[in-house]
Each structure stands twice: as structure tokens, then as C-alpha cells.
């Protein structure tokens, strides 16, 4: 997954291969009444095939914003967003919209459960998108929900589980359509140490055995340090990357 087509391999390296994710000069500034507010101020980084990046800094620094970007949820007043080799800033909305369908899963602070859904059927809910029998959603939304270990939860709704549990659906349902990149925005900031601790635990298992690039917004450092390395955002600038493992 994820290799370039042609590779030389006698000229072969790690080094050549294309990064998932490249930013290069990202301006995003909001507009309130007749105020312009910058928030990123020319933003360049990759994030790496398999990496963990955690992403941390004050509040209303743009964390988020940098994360809708990177998600297609939002766009960049100017900048170049390449993801698996496309740009994405030459796509029309409905393309962007099947796009991120496509390539990325998107796991919130709060979750973003559908209540009246059973957690079988939030997980599925991706692949309603996708041209794919009912049975085979389903088949898939269970193999997603016992790998993040909640088999015996299948039928329950989410006010008949924890907001561990929860998020642990959401991490489900994150990962069933086999995204390019995992987008997480304080994924933790709601959960209780022990919790948080299982999630983090369950991202750092996914991204290692299954490779899963991921990107994750916290300002929390113990909740960082599960990442491969850190990067601290500060009046619309981001530091160099801090290597944790
Ligand atoms: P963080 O996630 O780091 O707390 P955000 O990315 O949410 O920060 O916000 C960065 C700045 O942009 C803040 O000053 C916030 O008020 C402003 N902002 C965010 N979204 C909008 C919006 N849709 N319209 C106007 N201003 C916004
Ligand atoms: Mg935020």
C-alpha cells in the first residue's frame, strides 16, 4: 500500500518514497465583520506513510483548522495540499466531499455518534457511501468493533455506553472505509486518565499494526508522548517536529 508504482530498486530507499500528507505554505485567516483574523501563517510540514504526529499547542492557535484542511473540510485562503498524491486544493466541492469519504477518517472530542444508531450500525455508516451490499457492511462493521475490542457492544446505542466505549466506535467507524490518514481533534479531552489511556493505547496499536498514518491534535504532553513525534503550533507558526520514539 502506499508505494510509488515504479521504484528502482537498486536506487530503492525509504527516504524516496513520497510522503502521505505535504502541506507547503498553508495561509488560513478567518474573516469576522470587517476584521480579518490570521491563524496559519504560511504552514509547511509531511507527514510520513505510518507516521503518529501529535499536534499540540494553546488554545485557538488553529489547531483545528490546520486538522479541517488536512480533513478537506475546510480550505486554505492560499497553499498547497497534497494527500496520496493529489492536490486537493483543484477539486470541486462534491469532489472534495467524495474525497474525504474516500481518504480520511475523522475522530472527534465528542465523538459525533448518531443516538439513535447502534454501534454496529454508526460503524457502518461510512460504507453507505460505498456501492456495497448490506450484509458485507455489516460483516465489516463487527470485524471493525472486535478489533478495537468492543465485540460484545455491537447492539448498543451510545447512552448505553461509556464515553470510552464511545470513542472507541468513533475509532471503529474512523477506520472502516481503510482511509489514507487518520484525522483526531483532542481525541481524548473528554475522557477520564484511565480511558484516555485505553484510547491512546488502541491509536498507537492501529497505527503500528495496521500502519495508519495519524495525525492528533491534544494539549495534553502524556497523551503526545504515545505519538512518534510532536509539533507545537504558536501564533500561526509551527515548530520544528520534537522526536518522542
Ligand atoms: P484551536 O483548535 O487551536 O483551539 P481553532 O483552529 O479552533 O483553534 O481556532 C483558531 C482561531 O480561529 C481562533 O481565534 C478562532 O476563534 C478562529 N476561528 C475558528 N473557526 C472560525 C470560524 N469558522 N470563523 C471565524 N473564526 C474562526
Ligand atoms: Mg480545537
Known amino acids: 500500500m502506499n508505494q510509488p508504482s515504479e521504484v528502482d530498486a537498486t536506487v530503492g530507499d525509504v527516504a524516496d518514497v513520497p510522503p502521505l500528507v505535504s502541506l507547503r505554505r498553508i495561509v488560513k485567516s478567518y474573516r469576522r465583520g470587517q476584521q480579518t483574523v490570521p491563524v496559519l501563517a504560511g504552514i509547511s510540514f509531511d507527514i510520513a506513510a505510518g507516521e503518529f504526529l501529535a499536534l499540540m499547542g494553546p488554545s485557538g492557535s488553529g489547531k483545528s483548522t490546520l486538522l479541517n484542511l488536512i480533513a478537506g473540510i475546510d480550505r486554505p485562503d492560499s497553499g498547497e495540499l497534497i494527500v496520496a498524491g493529489e492536490d486537493i486544493g483543484g ?30 450500525e454508526n460503524v457502518a ?35 448505553e455506553l461509556s464515553g470510552g466505549q464511545q470513542q472507541r466506535v468513533a475509532i471503529a467507524r474512523a477506520l472502516i472505509t481503510d482511509p489514507t490518514v487518520i484525522v483526531a481533534d483532542e481525541p481524548t479531552g473528554d475522557l477520564d486518565r484511565e480511558s484516555a489511556n485505553e484510547i491512546l493505547n488502541l491509536m498507537q496499536r492501529l497505527n503500528d499494526e495496521i500502519g495508519k498514518a495519524i495525525i492528533m491534535v491534544t494539549h495534553d504532553s502524556r497523551a503526545a508522548a504515545y505519538a512518534h513525534a510532536i509539533m507545537h503550533l504558536e501564533k500561526g507558526e509551527l515548530s520544528a517536529r520534537e522526536q518522542v520514539r
Open 91 to 120: 477539486l470541486s466541492e462534491a469532489e472534495l466531499a467524495d474525497w474525504r469519504a474516500q481518504h480520511v477518517g475523522f475522530i472527534f472530542q465528542f465523538y459525533n455518534l448518531m443516538p439513535v444508531l447502534s454501534a454496529v
Open 125 to 159: 455508516l461510512p460504507l453507505l457511501l460505498k456501492d456495497m451490499p448490506r450484509t458485507e457492511r455489516r460483516e465489516r462493521a463487527e470485524l471493525a468493533l472486535e478489533m478495537v475490542g468492543l465485540a460484545d457492544r455491537m447492539a448498543h446505542v451510545p447512552s
